[in-house]
């Protein structure tokens, strides 16, 4: 074990010390063009959050910039004096992706490995006939047609639950999770009499940590960022939309935007428009940008371990 | 030790398919969720692709309402929609492949050659950043550049006295912009799988190129380059066999209903989504999203055949 590991790092010794010409211009390189590419991904974002802190007039003076030229909390102060629809907005999210994450994560989990048992004889079929869904589909139209006139869940939150809750890609992605875990555990557990799904419950899934935190992440993103079935799904009859949803519709539509501080005695010609659709997306966002650098390394093993085949 | 030998023969016997259904019945079980759910939301829409060949009565549902036969799918020819429509997608799809890939590779390889390991991770961090936010959001941050009266790059171009086009009444402007903004929101993710595919590389033969006095250009061209090929020709097969689907909710997000911009920005799925939803165009909604699903499977095919002629470990099927 110890000389294998001592090889690849007696081997990068070497690369540092016979470092060539070229290898700096390509350190020079990447450097300039990699930095440049991060700050293109930075800045966008600090560009939000100082405009959410400008003035509107000093937006319709000097458009938004990179630092607010007179600083000002106003727009946070609008929508925290009426924050009911904030509010709603963040219930429905956080319940919907707890809910849909925790089930949508179980279920994946349990097909996964089903799917992965070399001894059971339907796996191909069962994945294949999961896999044609991502081939070939019927379309929007019979699946809006489905939900709103068969399925009666126009205006429903299920609408937006269900759908989101598995995918083929994430069964697959489980799948090649799953196949890690070395067949014995679930031999031990048949000899000692355990039943299939005691063993996925009891031996299984607590081997599965990694697993499950990526594909939980993506789950979770995938709620967190749920506009589209809400678009489909949610009339102006619903009082509480999923967050990008409102957020969508703050940036879309003035309506919203008026009910969103209505009561909170602003003239409507005087509303800091742009400053507030600003605060909106911040105070929408910002969970996913906090909690970005600590969840960011299971994603990263996600894609890798995807990447082999899916 | 005769009994032992007489089960051995019991159990080489191909069981019945009862059988065989009860002795596995706790992992049908544990399928049956998943089964269900494609049932209802994949399998279940399928027939109703029948719409795209009626005139659709919202009150008389699916199959009471009048046949027309291909009368819908005569009217989207023969009006260019289609044409236009389908010109869009793959012409986007083909600038985001290859634009795409061609970055993601560069940044890929670049990153490779970086001995600071904090940097690599940062950098990997930093760049996968806009993959995680809604394409809501998306929208707002470009809505923030280049909007004409208060936009950053507007305001930039006028100080430094330029003039600045009325972008969101511009149409040829938008390719462009639409396949900026795809890149910077995906560039870091597909830079990711490539770097995972270099990292999961043999590293023998690099060391050994460094010790023959190769240099880095001649690494990159002649051993990372020939070892990702295999990945890079995979993955943009499977990304040609994706060509007539769309990234809905970035083109929806950015361009919405602009009627002023659809020549140039309007795909598939954004005219099934539009025609449903504002329009109420049911039949010739779903005329075009079947006629995307049905030649898309086929390229899909095609693809998969050529994935499957070069390598076929990863061939879908």
Known sequence: MTVK????????????????????????????????????????????IASSFATEDSIRRSGFTLWPSDFSTFSYELLFRSPDQMIGAYAVTVGLTLVGTVIGL??????????QRKDFP????????????????????????????????RDSYFAILLPLLMSPWLIVLMKNFVKAIPHE?????????????????????????????TIGLFLALSYWNEWYYSSLFLTTKVEYRPLQYHLYNVINKVASLKNSVAGSNVVITDLPGETLKMATAVIATGPIILLYPFVQKYFVAGLTVGAVKG | MQKAASQKVVNYRKPSVGRTLVQNRTLIFMCLPAILFFLVFSYLPMPGAYIAFTNFQYNKGIFASPFVGLKNFQFLFISGQLGLLLKNTVLYNLAFIIVGNFLQLT??????????????????????????????????????????????????????GGTMPKVYQNAGAWPFIIVLVHLWKSTGYGTVVYFAAITGMDSSMMEA?????????????YITLPTLKPTVIILFLFAIGGILKGNFGLFY????????????????????????????????SSAVGLFQSVVGFFIVLGANAFVKRLDPDYALF
């Open chain 1, 122 to 153: 339907y796996r191909n079929g069962i994945m294949f006939y999961i896999y044609f869904t991502s081939l070939f589909s019927a379309g929007l139209v019979p699946f809006y047609l489905l939900i709103v006139q068969y399925l009666n869940l």
């Open chain 1, 5 to 48: 590991t001592q090889f690849p790092e007696h081997a990068m010794h070497t690369t540092h010390i016979r470092k060539d010409k070229s290898q700096i211009v390509i350190n020079i390189i990447t450097y300039v063009l990699v930095t440049i590419f991060c700050i293109m991904c930075i800045l966008p974002f600090w560009m939000i």
């Open chain 2, 209 to 221: 190129a460094q010790i023959d006095g190769a240099n880095a250009w001649q690494r990159i061209r």
């Open chain 1, 185 to 213: 555990i679930t031999e031990s557990g048949k000899i000692d009499g355990a039943g299939d799904f005691k063993i996925f419950v009891a031996l299984i899934l607590p081997n599965l940590k990694p697993a499950l935190a």
């Open chain 1, 106 to 115: 179980f279920l994946v989990a349990m097909t996964g490995y089903a799917l």
């Open chain 2, 107 to 160: 940044f890929a390889i670049l990153l490779n050659e970086v001995a600071c390991k904090g940097y690599k991770k940062t950098a990997q961090s930093i760049m996968f950043l806009p993959y995680f936010i809604s394409d809501v959001l998306v929208s707002l941050l470009v809505y923030n550049l280049i909007n004409y009266d208060y936009g950053f790059i507007s305001h930039l171009v006028t100080s430094l």
């Open chain 2, 253 to 284: 997000n950015l361009v919405g209903n602009n009627s002023m911009l659809f020549k140039t920005t309007d795909i598939i799925e954004t005219y099934v989504y539009r025609s449903m939803m504002n329009s109420f165009n049911f039949s010739q």
